[in-house]
């Protein structure tokens, strides 16, 4: 297939680092604001400009938008999200999670994915090195999805489920299942987000030394 070049759309405006640093997470989204295919279209072209070893570009995007499809498709994520408590903590239900636990806002999605206006799967062609050249695509989309004004957020499936999942959307037996974005106009607001210093983060020349912004 013929490689194609594409111009920036016009439609994002938005200066890098506003859009970096006002995304966040968004697990609530609004069912009755459509994305747009033109809007997904930008998103998608974003993803495509990002680095990838070899110019190999392994990654492979399934945009679901049937409302119907999303329905049935949000059901499997609920079943998926508590499979995957089930087996690091031992939960069943929300009275399970700790008070204190991040995980009381991440269930959130468990029940939201239903009213996700659009989902993206990701996948790759083959195994190996193929999530290191597809995971910069998917960031390259969250923020084209901000830039937007299109809330979004990354999670993952449960092998409990990847079977129907794969069944469900045709996808051939030898894609390699990454990640899975909904996308919506918030039910809320986007940034600030509060994150642990560099300076706590970053080791300088030698593992435990300071950087100098300490």
């Known amino acids: 297939m013929d490689m194609v ?35 997904l279209e930008i998103i998608l072209n974003a993803a495509s400009k990002a680095p990838n070893g070899g110019n190999t570009q392994p990654a492979r995007y399934l945009v679901i938008r049937e409302r119907d499809a999303i329905n049935e498709f949000g059901k499997l994520y609920f079943e998926a999200w508590w499979a995957k408590r089930r087996d690091a903590y031992g939960w069943s239900s929300k009275a399970d999670i700790p008070e204190d636990s991040p995980y009381r806002l991440a269930a959130l999605l468990a029940d939201e994915m239903v009213n996700a206006p659009a989902v993206i799967l990701v996948y790759s062609e083959s195994s190996g090195v193929a999530a290191s050249s597809t995971f910069p695509g998917v960031q390259n989309l ?21 079977e129907r999942v794969n069944a469900m959307f045709g996808v051939p037996e030898e894609m390699v299942f990454h990640c899975c974005i909904p996308l919506g106009y918030p039910r809320g607001k986007f940034g600030p987000t509060s994150r642990l210093p560099t300076s706590a983060t970053t080791s300088w020349d030698r593992w435990g030394q300071t950087p100098p912004w300490k």
Not at 7 to 32: H, K, N, V
Not at 144 to 158: D, K, N, P
Request: glycine share 6%; proline share 9%.
């Open 5 to 39: 070049r594409l111009d920036p759309p016009a439609e994002l405006t938005m200066p890098i680092g506003e859009a970096m640093f006002s995304q966040r997470a968004t697990r609530r989204l609004d069912p009755d604001r459509p994305v747009t295919d033109a809007q």
């Open 142 to 162: 969250l923020l084209a999805a901000r830039a937007l004004g299109l809330g979004s957020v990354l999670t993952t499936l449960h092998a409990e489920v990847m």
